[in-house]
């Protein structure tokens, strides 16, 4: 359920790629880049066939929201890894010879022998995605102990959220993993629970998946769309303090054209605007958000608990603004193509990004 911020859109070693004040040389990443703090995404790497060319005809891309997030994290320049079970298939090699040109790292995800997730991607008139799914068995849930436990070093922000945080089996080992590390508190910690409504059956069978999630998390997002599903009847509002009070330090709403509502512990409920686009689709819209979001916040030295418990008001505006910008600019893209950071070296890095800060490789 891809949440759109704009238009018509509805919901080891490391290194980075096209970083916002520097990029990368040939030879990889600089001494600089390796000082940056990791950002880790954990979850699943699946394959979505798009319609293409006649009707009937599918065209098979990576995609799954935690890899959008990831590829959008790099292209922004930060550290990236990528947790997740990659089959020893032909679409998990693809898999991950996709992530890697990226610029992600992928030492802590494992090699899988259970088979890729499939997705069969359907696109209605107003370019909202819809998804069905072949994940009985698949490679995406079957975490152990010992994989979960291999946290990338220098990790300071985890991101998981989507389907593996509520499929069985290996949801309970991801939410151990985010429990501890909430327990420690050294690690900012972010969720996106991505609803899927056709996966989750009812709404009564998913609260409690999502709400131990949101209890063990400082940041989440969620459009709309999903919490309109989750809470029928009730809005961002009543969604956002109830989330709070589940223990969260700050939670969005993205509220596609709208833009998106702030809510946070002790300030008033806030409200960002949505940009205009023109839309060719909202695939990957909501991972380009998060992306934006976390990138922003790095970006401000917000890399802990106790940093974003201290953000001023205004330097969250500035972060979800970013994170509607990165957003809105995927948009105008076919498919899950979030933007690159492109060089400001005379910039400083706290600077809200404007559009001329970002651009695509084929542009």
Known sequence: MADGISGLGGGGGLDGRGGISDIDGPDGPSDSDKDQPVLTVIGEALIDLVPAGEPGGYRARPGGSPLNVAIGLARLGHRTALMARLADN????????HAASEGIDLTCAPWATEPTTLAIVSLDSDAQASYDFYLDGTADWQWTDAQTAAL??????????????????????????ASELHRHGSVLISYDPNIRPALLG?????????????????????????????????????????????????????????????????????????????????????DAFTAGLLGALVRNGVQTPDQLRQATPQLLDNAVDDAILVSALTCERVGADPPMALPRPHTPPSTPLSAADLGFRDV
């Open 90 to 97: 032909a679409f998990g090699r693809l898999l991950r010879e």
């Open 152 to 177: 990338p070093e220098d990790t300071t922000i985890l991101h998981h959220g989507s389907l593996a945080s509520w499929t069985p089996p290996g949801d309970e080992r991801i939410h151990a993993l």
């Open 202 to 286: 009812k709404p009564s069978h998913a609260r409690p998946l999502i709400e131990r999630n949101v209890g063990v998390s400082h940041i989440v997002k969620a459009s709309r769309d999903d919490i309109d599903w989750l809470y029928p009847g009730h809005g961002p509002e009543h969604v956002g303090a109830a989330w709070i009070d589940l223990g969260a330090q700050l939670v969005i709403v993205t509220d596609g054209p709208r833009g998106a509502h702030v809510f946070r512990s002790a300030a008033a409920p806030a409200h960002r605007p949505g940009r205009a686009v023109q839309v060719a689709d909202t695939v990957g819209a909501g």
